[in-house]
């Protein structure tokens, strides 16, 4: 699926066209040259929030899952947690 790239002034312009546009692929708003903001459709924002939700078995995840793991840090502020794990 393409993105559509369009600057916030031109996207406060054509918000109309813009908002159609998101219904068949994402609409990336950029502000001074940079990415700011993403409109897409709302089946397509279900669809990835339904990913952030996806339960799997230890036993299905792919070597691709595994690795993605591996390598993720956690998020700053929840280092005491592994005290935790350390402990028992």
Do not use: C, W
Request: glycine fraction near 4%; proline fraction near 3%.
């Amino acid at each position: 699926m393409a993105t559509v790239t369009i600057s916030a002034s031109e996207f406060q312009d054509r918000v109309g066209e813009a908002l159609d546009r998101s219904l068949s692929q994402p609409v990336l708003i950029t502000k001074h040259g940079r990415p700011r903001n993403v409109v897409l459709s709302y089946d397509e924002y279900e669809r990835l929030s339904a990913r952030d939700r996806r339960a799997v078995k230890a036993e299905d995840l792919t070597d691709e899952d595994i690795a993605a793991l591996e390598a993720s840090e956690m998020a700053p502020g929840y280092e005491h947690l592994n005290a935790e794990l350390e402990a028992k």
